[in-house]
């Protein structure tokens, strides 16, 4: 089973994954997360999320 937790109470438990990047694509992630003051987690989910609607 896979490592789970909620990042508020009451929010939907959450999965750790492992996902390797190129240097450039991190790059990316992090500037958006340090533009928007959050983290890389919560940067890719927005990204996620932005890109299944």
Do not use: F, K, N, Y
């Not at 896979?2 to 929010?11: E, K, M, V």
């Not at 240097?23 to 890389?40: F, K, M, Y």
Request: charged share 25%; proline share 6%.
């Amino acid at each position: 089973m896979s490592p789970t937790r909620a990042s508020a109470p009451g929010a939907e438990p959450m999965q750790v994954v492992a996902v390797r990047l190129t240097a450039e694509e991190l790059a990316a992630v992090d500037a958006i997360a340090e533009r928007e003051h959050i983290s890389r987690s919560e940067a890719i989910r927005r990204a996620l999320a932005s890109s299944a609607a």
